[in-house]
């Protein structure tokens, strides 16, 4: 490899090289602006949520309130309402629901929604007293009520309507439960052996049986007062409120068999009392007093005459008397019953006879009684 000598006269010229520098550029502003643009806008969502804050309110509680009440304080929370009304349990013009519920935020100005009750449907529930089970049961089932049955002893016949609940006549809801009694026939008791008793002890043993006692005074041997003979015999079955005759013995061997003048009816519930009364040639007054109700507390001969029979006040049990009791005397039997009932009373009936006029009642026409109570009529 071979070098080329370099002279050392020879001149190197070394060009300089001069790198011009280039142009500066003006300062970027975009982002400044940017930054700046993104605070602005942060600055008015900020603000137009402050003022949206402003426009928020809150759904107030109103349930159970009155429609009015409901209205005023929606209103005072700038809510605008509707009002839709719906059969409930609560009473009517009351408020039973609301859309949305208490506490919820909504913006001034929005709809919400109540309702208000119009009360429950009432209807006027059949009267079926008297009717056959059957019949009853029908009529309520297609007036819209439910039926529920209790059967019962008492003196109408099998399968006969002896009570409702609620009365016929009254109102009440569709759907709601109308309770029968409804008879099984009448029952029977044991009459007591009440020979060798007292009058008194007698007496008392045949109430509890539930029988009347027919007390005959009869010459004797025995004792005064003492029981010596009965009918029907002790261990015959009869129905409650049947009559036993009691012979009394007077203590002397000699004279006439003669019946008390008054049946004592004291201890017998009120139709019973009134029917001894009439079978016997009297005419029982009822009056009312505080006691056990529908029972004869006491008894007493009154003055005056009905019909040729001399009258027996019963104070009776009860609670106030504070409803007219309508006149049905000379009225048909089924027309009185229906005036009574649609007054609110039950009707029992003594029968004289084979006819169907009313010639007595108790309590009396034109008086009061009691809410309820038994009004018996006689009917001839």
């Not at 137009?48 to 304080?73: F, G, N």
């Not at 009360?119 to 007293?129: I, M, T």
């Not at 109430?207 to 009869?218: H, Y």
Request: hydrophobic residues 40%.
């Amino acid at each position: 490899m071979s070098t080329t000598p370099v002279d050392p006269d020879e001149t190197v010229h070394t060009e300089e090289v001069v790198e011009e520098e280039p142009p500066r550029q003006p300062p970027r502003l975009w982002p400044w602006l940017l930054a700046l643009l993104v605070l602005v806008l942060g600055g008015l969502l900020a603000y137009w949520l402050v003022l949206r804050d402003d426009e928020k309110t809150t759904m107030p509680r109103v349930v159970d309130l009155t429609e009015a009440q409901a209205r005023a304080r929606i209103a005072e929370a700038e809510l605008e309402v509707d009002v839709d009304r719906a059969r409930s349990e609560r009473r009517a013009g009351i408020v039973f629901a609301q859309t949305p519920g208490a506490g919820t935020q909504l913006d001034e100005g929005q709809r919400v929604e109540i309702e208000v009750s119009s009360g429950l449907e009432q209807v006027a529930v059949p009267d079926v007293r008297d009717l056959r089970e059957a019949q009853a049961r029908q009529r309520l089932e297609q007036a819209g009520f439910e039926v529920a049955v209790q059967r019962v002893f008492a003196a109408a016949p099998r399968r006969t309507v002896v009570e409702q609940q609620p009365r016929g006549g009254t109102q009440a809801a569709p759907g709601s439960t109308v309770a029968l009694k409804v008879s099984r026939g009448r029952n029977v008791n044991t009459v007591p052996d009440v020979v060798g008793l007292s009058e008194q002890e007698a007496v008392a043993a045949l109430r509890q049986r539930e029988f009347a006692p027919r007390i005959f005074d009869v010459p004797s041997s025995e004792p005064e007062g003492t029981v010596v003979a009965q009918a029907p015999q002790a261990g015959a079955e009869a129905p409650p409120d049947s009559r036993v005759r009691v012979n009394v013995s007077t203590g002397e061997q000699s004279g006439g068999t003669t019946e008390r003048d008054v049946p004592s009816v004291v201890g017998l519930a009120q139709t019973p009392a009134l029917r001894a009364l009439w079978e016997a040639g009297f005419r029982g007054v009822v009056v009312y007093d505080s006691g056990p109700r529908n029972r004869v507390l006491e008894q007493r001969e009154v003055d005056g005459m009905f019909q040729g029979r001399r009258q027996v006040e019963l104070l009776v049990g009860g609670e106030e008397a504070d409803v007219d009791v309508p006149d049905v005397v000379d009225s048909r039997e089924e027309d009185a019953r229906q005036t009574l009932r649609d007054a609110g009373f039950r009707v029992e009936v003594v029968r004289d006879g084979d006819g169907d006029v009313v010639v007595d009642q108790q309590p009396a026409g034109g008086g009061t009684a009691p809410d309820g109570a038994v009004v018996t009529i006689v009917v001839r």
